[in-house]
């Protein structure tokens, strides 16, 4: 199966459907006959416009321009799509439980929510911290249309590459030896102080998973009744990302041994013991250039110092020191 097999696995496509932020690369193309809206925060022009270094021909006319509120609201339609398609979304959204929300409010009853979303441990988002509950609940309901100040600072901060390349894009067979951060700090405290102005929308990867963190994530707001998507299938990580299909469906009924099984492997996913080794080697290379730099340090200082003794020992000092007392006394009586 290829991308947009995996993406389009449990969606009826024979139904309506939605495509959010298609971007200038639409899964669902209207020309190619879909029978599908679309909704971003621009229109044609305006996608055209940002997105100007790639090939903009397959951008198609914008049917909803979203700018913050609700999808449905935006929309004015609910129980109404088959499916959703999200593609690189989510991690973007200001508030994870109202995204899961308004998507739910937009499907039919048993539709889908098709997600294709990228796995931490191989993009920028290597060095940040998975997403647990306590956060996605934490942020909820603040009625937030941008990103707190915290999620901006950590996106900035935290945002690396790999040593040659513009983006921090990992693979299996190319795991990150060499780390740089993308942005600088004076970049990020400059992003932290813009971050509450709501006029100046920063974009920020909020929140960051592994396939089965973000199970484990689902499971839990399942399990507190704040989402009725439930897992229906998914696809292991491939490249730099994982897919999986939530459907609408009422009743579920959480198992201790589940969650426990769901724990385990987002645990064991945060803690790959073959990135951890690479990226072991760089800390430990970076330790070493540290000592290197120090000894270096401490090799100059005490030449530094050999130097000024061998002066200071030399007959030349010791001859003219009256006449540096009295160079030195004049310019003290100048300054007063």
């Known amino acids: 199966m290829d991308r947009k097999d995996k993406i389009l696995y449990k969606c009826n496509l024979d139904g309506v459907g939605l495509e959010i932020g298609p971007s200038f690369n639409p899964i669902l193309p209207k020309q190619e006959g879909y029978n599908v809206e679309t909704l971003d925060v621009l229109d044609k022009k305006g996608l055209q416009e940002r997105f100007f270094e790639h090939d903009v021909s397959k951008i198609e006319e914008v049917d909803y321009i979203w700018n913050g509120g609700s999808y449905s609201g935006l ?19 200001c508030d994870l439980i109202d ?111 592994t396939k089965h963190s973000f199970e484990l994530l689902i499971y839990d707001l399942n399990s507190l009744g704040l989402t009725d998507l439930y897992v229906e299938s998914s696809f292991e990580t491939f490249g730099l990302e994982f897919f999986v299909s939530l459907k609408k469906r009422g009743g579920f009924t959480p198992n201790d041994d589940e969650r426990l099984e769901l724990a ?64 030195k006394l004049f310019r003290g009586k100048g300054h007063k």
């Open 264 to 327: 385990i492997k987002a645990h064991y996913e945060s803690t790959n013991p073959e990135l951890s080794s690479y990226f072991l080697k760089q800390i430990n290379a970076l330790e070493e250039m540290n000592v290197r730099l120090k000894e270096e340090k401490n090799a100059l200082c005490n030449t530094f110092n050999e130097e000024i003794a061998t002066i200071h020992n030399s007959k030349s000092w010791k001859i003219t020191k009256p006449l540096r007392f009295v160079t």
């Open 75 to 93: 929309i004015g339609k609910t129980n109404y799509y088959d499916y959703i398609v999200a593609s690189h979304v989510i991690e973007h959204s």
């Open 99 to 209: 995204f899961l929300t308004d998507c739910s409010n937009l499907l039919k009853e048993d539709g889908i929510l098709s997600l294709a979303i990228p796995d931490k441990r191989y993009t920028f988002d290597f060095l940040k911290p998975t997403t647990g509950i306590a956060r996605v609940l934490n942020n909820h309901g603040k009625n937030k249309r941008t990103h707190s100040q915290g999620a901006v600072y950590e996106h900035f901060s935290s945002a690396c590459k790999t040593e040659g390349r513009t983006a921090g894009t990992y693979t299996y067979t190319n795991a990150p030896n060499i780390i740089k951060p993308i942005h600088s700090i004076e970049e990020a405290v400059e992003a932290y102080n813009k971050a509450p102005d709501p006029s100046d929308y920063i974009d920020a990867h909020a929140w960051v998973f």
